[in-house]
């Protein structure tokens, strides 16, 4: 009975896992295979052969270009990397006032910024892209890294706030006592301490721009400013699909979203659980 | 303007509120107007154009508006729910393991870092009648004829929802998760001394102990229930016949297709205020639970 229990156990493990990994591995190996491959009647499980085919057209080694992926690619990287510098900065300023001062209306303002940051981005985008487009900020970076940097101060705010609060108040009061300024006794020893955290909170917020789509397909028009998820959409006709072009950009864009996250998945979960529990 | 209104925590905070203001207050301010105007993206002339209510009223009257309405309210209904469930039976079936439970633990993240719109490419590709894996799949235990999951008017919606559980479940059961390892042994194993079953112990120990976790994963959650549009948009679009509409994907059609911006605005006005009310129910318990977290 025990054993049975046991191996009802690890099968539903293994589902789980199959179910979570699957789709995933599904888009990488399909992104390495010719297309007739791919479109093979009945399928064709095992791939017979490898290609980079996908890669060298959208990195246009050939000279040969069908999706300026590299382009988007690196507007991603500039978009995604400025707006998440500027939010740190701001949101951790912010976040520091939430956790180390008492102020009239704190928790009213602290609601208000989360629910600001509550409005669906297709419905933010409509007023959006008139007002852009009236002062001419349409199709340009710096407008999609503006409401980037909105849209992740508020979050950013809530993670920073968590974790100056694990810092007890007194090594700042022994710092200032010892004739630190407030900004001194920050510097050295409350930023150090928390780093970690506010690394985990940069990359969450690197990772919300990188993957944006409702905003920026209305923000961005042309190559100049298009970001890699508005990019995908380019192998997408009306009719037909481009499956491993859009799987190759979909492994583009994955795999850097996938190595940041390892790097910080312990203190996010401390972050955003305030620090209750010990990741 | 008086010193103490300059004091550090307004300076510190204003940077911040400044980005917000212009990013999202004043563009609020100003759908909010063109929410009352007949402001066509082809005329903008017709944006000095005041129409009172009428694009309320008009919304009021519109049956595709009420249906996509409803539809978004079931469809949260319905993901929220099971993402919730899912993702408790999870973190519950994690925390048994002893062995190899960081890296489940991060395996489990993997769906987290999949942008929506890459979600909703994925699930395409998967869910395609024609070359499709999960059709693929069945052929090989001789279900030859290919089942149209995104192109059937039922199976749409629930291979939308299939998606959007795929991807969210894994917030719900990493934070569950953190509050289960958090779970002081003692009064357990007091409780398995006095006879209590392991239900009877997850209602009166586990469960209680949880529920900060659950309502701080349902207000990130709540944050971001709008991404769904963009699985929706890459999946369906809308369709078949607009049975997978909702509320966003409505308001992009109405808006961007249809150039008719103070009705999109009008109709966007309402998923705000959706979205909003939700995250503040959420967020309120959460301040609740945040303080009894705060007191251990």
């Known amino acids: 009975m025990k054993q049975i229990k046991k191996i009802s156990f690890w099968f539903l493990v293994m589902f789980l896992l199959i179910l979570i990994c699957m789709p995933g591995i599904w888009i990488f190996v399909s992104a390495f295979r010719p297309n007739p491959e791919i479109l ?31 382009k988007y690619l690196m507007n991603s990287v500039i978009i995604s990397s ?10 951790m300023m912010g976040g520091y006032a939430f956790a180390r001062f008492n102020f009239k209306g704190k928790n009213k303002i602290f609601l208000g910024l989360m629910l600001a940051r ?37 979050f950013t705010i809530w993670l920073t706030d968590g974790f100056f609060r694990q810092i007890p108040k007194e090594m700042s009061e022994v710092a200032r006592t010892d004739g630190c300024t407030r900004l001194q006794a920050f510097w050295n020893v ?10 985990a909170a940069a990359i969450f917020a690197f990772l919300l721009s990188w993957n944006e789509y409702a905003l920026a397909s209305i923000i961005t028009r042309t190559v100049h400013s298009k970001t890699l998820p508005i990019g995908m959409m380019d192998y997408l006709d009306e009719f037909t699909i481009n499956w491993a072009g859009m799987c190759a950009i979909a492994v583009v864009m994955i795999v850097p979203a996938v190595i940041l996250t390892f790097i910080v998945q312990k203190h996010l979960v401390s972050g955003l659980t305030f620090g209750g529990v010990k990741g | ?20 203001g212009f990013v999202i207050i004043i563009p609020l301010l100003f759908s909010f107007y063109t929410s009352f105007t007949s402001y066509k993206l082809t005329r903008p002339d017709s944006l000095y154009n005041f129409v009172g209510l009428r694009n309320y009223e008009r919304l009021i009257d519109n049956v595709k508006f009420w249906a996509a309405f409803g539809r978004t309210i079931l469809f949260l209904a319905v993901v929220l729910n099971l993402e919730l469930l899912f993702g408790l039976g999870i973190a519950l079936l994690i925390n048994k393991i002893t062995w190899g439970q960081r890296t489940l633990r991060t395996i489990m993240m993997f769906p987290m870092m999949f942008s929506p719109i890459l979600v909703g490419f994925q699930w395409k590709y998967i ?16 279900y030859e004829s290919a089942i149209p999951w995104l192109i059937d008017k039922y199976l749409a919606m629930g291979s939308i929802m299939i998606a959007e559980i795929w991807a969210n479940t894994s917030i719900f059961a ?18 398995r001394v006095d006879g209590c079953n392991s239900w009877q112990v997850f209602k009166n120990i586990t469960l209680p102990f949880l529920m900060p976790f659950i309502f701080i994963a349902l207000t990130i959650r709540s944050l971001d229930v709008g991404r769904a549009y963009d699985i929706v948009h890459i999946m369906t679009g809308g369709g078949p016949a607009m049975r997978t509409e909702l509320l966003w994907t409505m308001i992009a059609r109405i808006g961007y297709k249809d150039a008719n911006m103070g009705f999109a605005n009008a109709m966007s006005y309402v998923s705000i205020i959706l979205s909003i009310a939700f995250t503040y129910y959420f967020f309120t318990k959460l301040v609740a639970a945040r303080r009894e977290l705060g007191q251990q």
Not at chain 1, 43 to 61: E, G, K, L
């Open chain 1, 40 to 70: 093979a009647k009945p399928a064709n499980w095992i791939p017979d052969r490898w290609t980079i085919h996908q890669f060298t057209q959208m990195f246009s080694i050939n000279g040969y270009v069908s999706v300026p992926a590299f």
């Open chain 1, 82 to 91: 400025v707006s998440t510098v500027i939010a740190i900065t701001i949101g």
């Open chain 1, 118 to 154: 509550a409005v669906p981005g297709i419905s933010l985008s409509l007023p959006l892209f008139i007002l852009f487009a009236k002062i001419g900020i349409i199709n340009t970076s710096f407008g999609v890294i503006l409401v980037y940097v909105a849209m992740n101060v508020p």
């Open chain 1, 190 to 199: 409350e930023l150090p301490l928390a780093g970690p955290g506010i690394g």
């Open chain 2, 1 to 20: 303007m008086n010193r103490k209104f300059f004091s550090s925590p307004a300076l510190l905070l204003l940077p911040s509120i400044l980005a917000i």
């Open chain 2, 127 to 142: 869910f395609n009648d024609n070359i499709g894996l999960l059709n693929n799949f069945l052929y090989l235990f001789g």
């Open chain 2, 174 to 191: 990493i934070l569950l998760l953190a509050g289960l390892l958090g779970i002081p042994r003692d009064p357990i194993e007091a409780a």
